[in-house]
């Protein structure tokens, strides 16, 4: 059995450690960490194809009467990373909270956590992806920070009690979101920032990932996590049938079609792009669909992850040990390389601000093809193989307080 039997001290995102042991010098699963590192190289892609792609700002890749299979394909891969995170990062606090941080601790913990990853999403994240005016776009790092902060309570509770708050919140908040249509003022700004994503209005502030169904993400993945504590074999038996599970619960809701996603799938012009619609599920706010869907996927990751070895699970667990780094990194060097694209074909550099100026885009005709995104891709992963390794042997030999969030 490979499970974590000492108290976690360092980062809820990630435990860096060599041969298998956390900072603290408890032994881990390995496949989580691979299964976080492999969602990030996935993220890579999709970035790299905001970043690259002739049609990325020209509509929705996942629309199922524009798109094409390679396409469709490219970008509904990447809905997996956002849910494994915020999941995993559930798995991880309830692994602390296992491990012995007690309850004032963990809390306090949590909080702080929270809080500076909300405060590096609204500045260094923010600004890697902008490179223009002032403007704070709240993501995936928002979602885990503010889901952490409400965690510092909810941790409290039986690991049984937070999987019930989590399948609760999951099935009932979209009923919320329509329920609440119009909502002007402060609740308006709370609904913007709970359930229904979009631009705060009178602000610089795009709230893409509306926290609360992120919150039930979590809660799953705490919920979930003493399955992860488990003996391999019976492990193994588990994580399977709740996968499956998931899998059917996504198929037997999308086949009624009136509840788990506001945008029901019809018939189209061909069975391709009828599956292509069956599979269009919606990630802002995620539905249950969504969720469904992609932790059932993900598990079944884990599961085949566990068998993983050599040079890519190698690369797989240098991302998966330092996500934080690694994730900031990515975006940087994305965006820097699509400066550098610019302005060697002539372009204006402000085709590269903003969050990538899509009129501009549009109307000057940037971007390439799949083939270049995906180069984009390698050519990323490449440079930060080096760097994650660089930094998660940092964290191996060193012990200060400020490594454990970075």
């Not at 992609?294 to 797989?316: H, I």
Request: hydrophobic residues 55%; proline residues 6%.
């Amino acid at each position: 059995m490979a499970t974590a039997t000492r108290p976690n001290e360092g980062d809820a995102l990630v435990e860096p450690t060599p041969k298998g042991l956390t900072r603290s010098g408890a032994a881990r699963l390995d496949a989580i960490d691979m299964l976080r590192g492999l969602v990030i190289a996935i993220m890579v892609l999709d970035h790299a194809r905001d970043y690259f792609h002739f049609y990325a700002q020209r509509f929705d890749p996942t629309d199922p009467v524009r798109t094409w299979p390679l396409l469709f394909a490219t970008r509904w891969v990447t809905h997996l990373c956002a849910t494994t995170f915020v999941f995993l990062a559930g798995v991880s606090i309830f692994f602390q909270k296992a491990n012995g941080k007690t309850g004032g601790d963990l809390s306090l913990f949590l909080v702080k956590r929270g809080l500076w990853l909300i405060l590096l999403e609204a500045t260094v994240v923010s600004f890697g992806f902008n490179f223009g005016e002032p403007f704070i776009f709240f993501q995936v790092i928002w979602a885990i920070g503010i889901s952490m902060v409400w965690m510092s309570l909810i941790a409290l509770l039986p690991a049984r009690w937070v999987l019930a708050l989590g399948l609760a919140i999951l099935v009932l908040y979209p009923l919320a979101v329509p329920a609440t249509a119009g909502a002007g003022g402060a609740l308006g700004v709370i609904r913007t920032l709970a359930i229904a994503p979009g631009m705060i209005r009178g602000t610089p502030i795009l709230a893409f990932y509306s926290f609360v169904p992120w919150l039930a993400v979590m809660c799953l993945g705490f919920g979930l996590a003493p399955v992860f504590r488990l003996d391999r074999a019976e492990r193994s038996k588990r994580l399977l049938v709740i996968a499956v599970g998931l899998l059917i619960a996504f198929v037997l809701l999308r086949l009624l079609d009136s509840y788990g996603d506001p945008a029901p799938w019809t018939d189209q012009a061909t069975p391709v792009r009828t599956f292509l619609s069956f599979l269009n599920v919606s990630k802002y706010p995620p539905s249950p669909d969504y969720v469904f869907a992609t932790l059932g996927v993900s598990l079944l990751l884990f599961l085949v992850l566990e068998a993983l070895r050599g040079p890519v699970a190698t690369m797989l667990l240098a991302f998966g040990r330092t996500p934080l780094f690694t994730y900031v990194c990515h975006i940087y060097i994305l965006h820097l390389m699509m400066v550098a694209a610019v302005l060697a074909t002539g372009f204006p550099f402000t085709v590269a601000t903003h969050v990538v100026d899509t009129t501009r885009m549009m109307q000057l005709g940037w971007g390439y093809s799949l083939g270049v995104v995906y180069l984009a891709w390698a050519t990323t992963l490449a440079l930060l193989v080096p760097i994650s390794l660089w930094f998660a042997g940092v964290k191996r030999r060193r012990r200060d307080w400020w490594l454990s969030y970075l």
